[in-house]
């Protein structure tokens, strides 16, 4: 069973900074990609970034980029989103997701693991 959880949501300031961890368990995911999602209230959920493990590869929603870093920990098989200048917008319930195919993806139906979301809140 793969399980998938996020954590270090909060609330901050515009213009602050949170680090998202999603703490992988259940199997080895050197050879999957983990994706970062996010849903704000009565929106879509939508692509925010994703990282191919075995390569460290990344790729970003323009949204994010330049601001928002993903990064690992493969001692503890943890998957970081370094969030910095975050804006009222960037709020949202974040899910981290992995995905099989250890290949650049950004469609949600790519993805076959989910995890339970972490709330971020950016206040002006």
């Known amino acids: 069973q793969i399980k998938l959880v996020e954590t270090g949501g909060g609330m901050v300031h515009d213009g602050g900074s949170l680090r998202l961890s999603c703490a992988a368990s259940?199997?080895?995911?050197?050879?999957?990609?983990m994706g970062w999602f996010r849903q704000a209230p009565g929106k879509e959920r939508l692509f925010v970034g994703t990282?191919?493990?075995?390569?460290?590869?990344?790729y970003y929603a323009d949204s994010v980029k330049g601001r928002f870093t993903i990064s690992r920990d493969n001692a503890k098989n943890t998957v970081y989103l370094q969030m910095n200048s975050l804006k009222p917008e960037d709020t949202a319930v974040y899910y981290c997701?992995?995905?099989?195919?250890?290949?650049?993806?950004?469609?949600?139906?790519?993805?076959?693991?989910w995890g339970q979301g972490t709330q971020v809140t950016v206040s002006s």
């Open positions: 990282f191919i493990w075995s390569s460290g590869n990344t």
């Open positions: 997701a992995a995905s099989l195919q250890p290949a650049i993806a950004t469609r949600r139906d790519n993805y076959d693991y």
């Open positions: 259940g199997r080895t995911f050197s050879r999957y990609a």
